[in-house]
């Protein structure tokens, strides 16, 4: 049939205390097909109980918010359920907490005024196992982040000597989905697109020893 690609939507949630900002994003997947919104929050303790509630494929987050903040809410649904993809937004590029969201495990970071085409896409990226990271955010981070964590380093070490996740994940005693988030930090700091490039970067930095 000719819907049958339609029949599983990702599934999105949309956290941002500011309702004009929500109204937008839902006017434009109202317009999707393979998009559905299954929930709406407002702030970070909403974000929480809402991915508790629905278990969304893709959440979208503020990071600004009253009570709880996004980096709070994020790390708190992590910890719960390591899984999550989480694509956070902000309003301005010097977002020095860009750093912080990678390090907590977002899946995606991307300014607000770049949405709808941009949005769309980093959804469907996300969603589909990719990241998405805008490099306007991510440019004033890099400078903050550009080395790794005594833990990413080994991580890396053993993705370049060609270990897969899940062996990476034995080697260390973790599970496979904090190598997974391990490897969504160390592309992002890095700004790699995949693991050889992000070996490539480490290597030419002395950030790791081949």
């Known amino acids: ?19 004009l900002l929500r109204d937008g994003i ?5 317009t999707q097909l393979d998009l559905e919104l299954v929930g709406v929050g407002d702030d970070g303790e909403a974000a929480v109980r809402l991915y508790r509630e629905v278990r969304p494929d893709v959440m979208l987050l503020d990071l600004q918010m009253p009570n709880v903040d996004g980096i709070e809410a994020m790390t708190r649904i992590l910890s719960e359920f390591p899984e999550a993809r989480i694509l956070v937004l902000t309003t301005y590029s010097g977002d020095g907490r860009a750093a912080q969201a990678i390090k907590a495990g977002a ?3 991307l300014l607000k005024n770049s949405l709808r085409t ?6 469907r990226s ?4 990719g990241t998405h990271f805008d490099m306007q955010v991510m440019a004033p981070a ?8 005594a833990r990413e380093s080994d991580v890396l070490n053993l993705a370049a000597a060609g270990n897969s996740n899940k062996q990476i994940a034995v080697r260390l005693s973790l599970s496979e989905e904090t ?3 391990y490897m969504k930090a ?4 890095l700004g790699a697109m995949d693991r050889t490039h992000a070996v490539a970067i480490a290597v030419r930095n002395g950030l790791i020893e081949l």
């Open 126 to 129: 996300i969603h589909r196992g």
């Open 142 to 149: 890099d400078r903050e982040a550009k080395r790794l964590t």
């Open 1 to 19: 049939m000719e819907s049958q690609a339609f029949t599983s939507p990702a599934r999105i949630a949309v956290v941002d205390d500011h309702p």
């Open 118 to 123: 941009d949005l769309l896409d980093a959804i």
């Open 186 to 189: 160390i592309f992002a700091r």
């Open 26 to 30: 839902i006017a434009v997947f109202a």
């Open 179 to 181: 190598i997974k988030s």
């Open 107 to 109: 899946s995606g970071y």
